[in-house]
Every structure is written in C-alpha cells, then in structure tokens.
Nanobody
Framework: QVQLVESGGGLVQAGGSLRLSCVAS????????MGWYHQAPGKQRLLVAA???????NYADSVKGRFTISRDNAKNTVYLEMNSLKPEDTGVYYC?????????WGQGTQVTVSS
C-alpha cells in the first residue's frame, strides 16, 4: 500500500506563490496518471491539473497560465507550482496518483489566499 504525503500549503496574500509537494512512499516511475484536485469550502472536489502519461498537462480554465504540474521521479514526488494566487484558490488541495500497481490519494493540504 503506497501512501502519499502532501505539504507546502499555507497562508499567502493574493498574487503570491506556493509550491505543493506530494511525496509517495513508493516509486512513481510507472505512473499512468497524476492529478491535483481543489476542494473549496462547501464545494465539490474538482480537478485543477493533471497529466496522463504520454500526453500533455491539462489545466482547469481557472488556473491555466498560473499553475504548473510536474514530477521528480528520483524523489518520488509530484509538484503543483501555484503562482498569482487568488482568493478563490483557497481550499484543500489533494494529489491523486494512478500507478500500474496502485492508486492513492494524498491527505490534503490547506491553502488560504487572503485579499
């Protein structure tokens, strides 16, 4: 059973930046899909950034041009670089990885953007 541990959330002013990390307890070299999801208070969890292996990154319109999804296989880590943050970006961010042998969600990390 592979676990995903998220970090990097916090409080930031509008226009600021954060980098979220999602560290897997196992290798991510055979990942089929990786995605970051945002759940605003009282709202459903929505996809904001994802990659299917062999394809190009996909982003929700609301974050396009501001967020970047990436990975570092050597560190078993997936990242979400968040720039030009807006108050509407506030909420809990979850990573999700689909590996050849497993699938797992992170525990979530809180991002709060103040105006």
């Amino acid at each position: 059973q592979v676990q995903l541990v998220e970090s990097g959330g916090g409080l930031v002013q509008a226009g600021g930046s954060l980098r979220l990390s999602c560290v897997a307890s196992g290798s991510i070299s055979s990942i089929n899909y990786m995605g970051w999801y945002h759940q605003a208070p009282g709202k459903q969890r929505l996809l904001v950034a994802a990659i299917i292996t062999g394809g190009n990154p996909n982003y929700a319109d609301s974050v396009k041009g501001r967020f970047t999804i990436s990975r570092d296989n050597a560190k078993n880590t997936v990242y979400l670089e968040m720039n030009s943050l807006k108050p509407e970006d506030t909420g809990v961010y979850y990573c999700y990885l689909d590996h050849t042998d497993w699938r797992s969600w992170g525990q979530g990390t809180q991002v709060t953007v103040s105006s």
